[in-house]
């Protein structure tokens, strides 16, 4: 079940020959931690919205492994936050390279002194504060910190990154010696194969046909059945991942080959990937399958906005032409870091005529070019989409229905939830009788499928309210005046007397109904108070430090919404 890492021998060292073009240091960099590495997530794996930035380093399910500076350096950031990477640190190396590690549970020693100074100071437990190299200089080898599951952790562990420092586009660590023990050859579950334009066909339908592969051990195959005719401008997608000796998860294979007739067409390689460009995930995948069946299809062409930057050697986008009446041989070639290789033959006869009878175009229909501006208005909604915000042109679709239960507004229907967008893009829509004691209130909402409500911001003005939305779905005003709660975890007799002095720590449950919590003011006798919180937990919490002296003392927590709802909690105390 495990990935088990080591270091490479010498021998080992002909596959970052293969792979890099970067001449990247192998024995520079130590590990993280004192034992076998072991990983539960690798570089480039798909995640929501973007690639997986490193490594994920599995920490037996606990919290507190110590966690060691992997080369000489000094800590060049420290980035505190209750959600994405949750308590990092960045060390910066004089080799050009910083590493990142991430969702901690704390800082050791010098360093943990200094967050904590500089939260005191900006009275705020979120921070990313940049430091200078003499600061908080740190050798190889030296305690920084220990595990823990902080941020958007799903589980403890060490999120491992090695970045270049003047771009912070972060490198597979693979290139920097370190190796797993794998014999292992890629899977492939499942290929996709896709008609480009109205006329194109796949056994003489205009939609996509999916087949799954079969395997024995000379390798993978497709039974007789599935035989494949194809006409016109074909794409092709392929669903495979990598296990290691030893392992049974499922993690991102190194790099996808299509070959046709013997000549490459489309390669992608994750030697690299850049923050900026990462949600461009949502063109290399095909993201409706992903939305509605869970299923990652790599496609093996690009979508006309697609940045992702994995990508060489592509023919005409990766899309192939058949307007014969011939077979054609495709091949896939899958590898993983170690070189291990798993290749699929596909033979598909082509038709050099279409079945389709092309439908002439409506002059109705709404077509946004996704190079361009694209807006769409009128007396009730309003939509802005910057240019580069659609992965592919896109015939626009909308309509409403009936106002919901608890809305101010009817319920728009904008495209649906299986269209991906890049950029944010601008929603407007006109309150329905709303009033003006609740306008300050009012938000906008999107429905999904199964009718849950999800807050999507919003800001009221001259009888419209606005936000910036980065999904399609379904959308409507509705009102946000409950404030948050605030629940005590531990058991109160008197507020006029509870009794902290056996205490560690005190600690809270904080929810929102709606807009989620925006921010929270923790303060002892008039002076503010450094409280942490785990929003996978609902839990705001304070641990009582040595400032705050023997004797009685009072307590008070404000915590507000995005709407500014605001809920307070006091009590006198004894420690």
Request: overall charge positive; aromatic content about 12%; hydrophobic content about 35%.
């Amino acid at each position: 079940m495990l990935k088990r890492i080591f270091f490479i021998l010498p021998i080992q060292l002909f596959s970052l020959f293969i792979f890099a073009q970067t001449p990247y240091p192998v024995n520079y960099f130590g590990s993280p931690v004192k034992c076998d590495l072991t990983l539960v997530g690798n570089f480039g794996e798909i995640r929501p919205n973007h690639l997986h930035s490193g490594f994920d380093i599995k920490t037996n399910c606990q919290e507190g492994m110590p966690v060691y500076a992997v080369a000489d350096g000094f800590v060049s950031r420290i980035k505190i936050n209750s959600k994405g990477y949750g308590k990092a640190l960045y060390i910066n190396h004089p080799n050009g390279y910083t590493s990142v590690y991430a969702h901690l549970q704390s800082f050791n020693g010098a360093i943990g002194s200094a967050a904590k100074n500089i939260q005191y100071a900006i009275q705020s437990f979120e921070i990313d504060t940049l430091l200078t190299s003499t600061i908080l200089p740190v050798k190889k080898g030296d305690l920084i910190g220990l595990s823990g599951n902080t941020g958007s952790s799903e589980g403890p562990h060490l999120h491992f990154e090695i970045r270049e420092t003047k771009t912070e586009t972060p490198i597979n660590p693979y290139f920097f010696g370190y190796s797993i023990k794998d014999n292992v050859k890629p899977r492939i579950t499942e290929l996709v194969i896709y008609p480009i334009g109205k006329t194109a066909t796949v056994n003489g339908k205009n939609i996509p046909q999916k087949i799954k592969p079969l395997s024995n051990k000379m390798g993978y195959y497709f039974n007789k059945s599935d035989s494949i005719t194809v006409h016109g401008d074909i794409g092709f997608g392929i669903e495979c991942f990598d296990s290691e000796t030893g392992s049974t998860n499922q993690n991102s294979v190194f790099s996808i080959e299509l070959q046709s007739g013997g000549k490459r067409i489309f390669y992608s390689e994750l030697e690299k990937c850049n923050f900026e460009n990462t949600r461009y995930v949502n063109a290399h995948i095909d993201y409706a399958e992903k939305q509605k069946h869970h299923h990652k299809i790599q496609k093996c062409f690009l979508a006309k906005n697609n940045l992702l930057g994995i990508y060489k050697d592509v023919l005409n986008s990766g899309i192939s032409s058949f307007t014969d009446d011939a077979s054609h041989w495709l091949k896939f070639i899958v590898k993983d870091f170690s070189g291990n290789t798993t290749e699929l033959i596909l033979k598909v006869r082509s038709a050099s005529q279409s079945k389709i009878i092309e439908i002439p175009k409506n002059p109705n229909d709404i077509i946004f070019d996704c190079f361009k501006d694209n807006e769409y208005k009128n007396e009730d909604i309003e939509i802005y989409i910057p240019a580069h915000s659609l992965y592919d042109d896109l015939k626009f679709k909308i309509n409403k229905s009936a106002m919901a239960k608890g809305t101010y507004s009817m319920l728009y229907h904008i495209q649906d939830e299986n269209t991906a967008l890049q950029k944010a893009y601008s929603l407007s829509i006109k309150a329905v009788n709303l009033s003006p004691s609740l306008q300050s209130k009012a938000v906008i909402i999107s429905i999904n499928n199964k009718g849950k409500r999800n807050y999507e911001g919003g800001v009221y003005s001259h009888g419209w309210v606005s936000t910036q939305a980065m999904t399609f779905g379904n959308f409507a005003i509705t009102v946000d005046t409950i404030p948050p709660k605030i629940k005590p975890d531990f058991k109160i007799i008197d507020l006029a007397n509870v009794d902290f002095r056996k205490s560690k720590l005190i600690s809270f449950k904080v929810t929102d109904n709606l807009s989620g919590i925006k921010k929270y003011r923790a303060i002892i006798d008039g002076k503010w108070i450094l409280c942490e919180y785990d929003f996978k937990k609902d839990l705001l919490f304070y641990e009582f430090d040595d400032a705050i002296h023997s004797g009685e003392h009072t307590f008070k927590i404000e915590v507000a919404d995005e709407k500014n709802n605001s809920s307070i909690w006091r009590c006198n105390f004894l420690r």
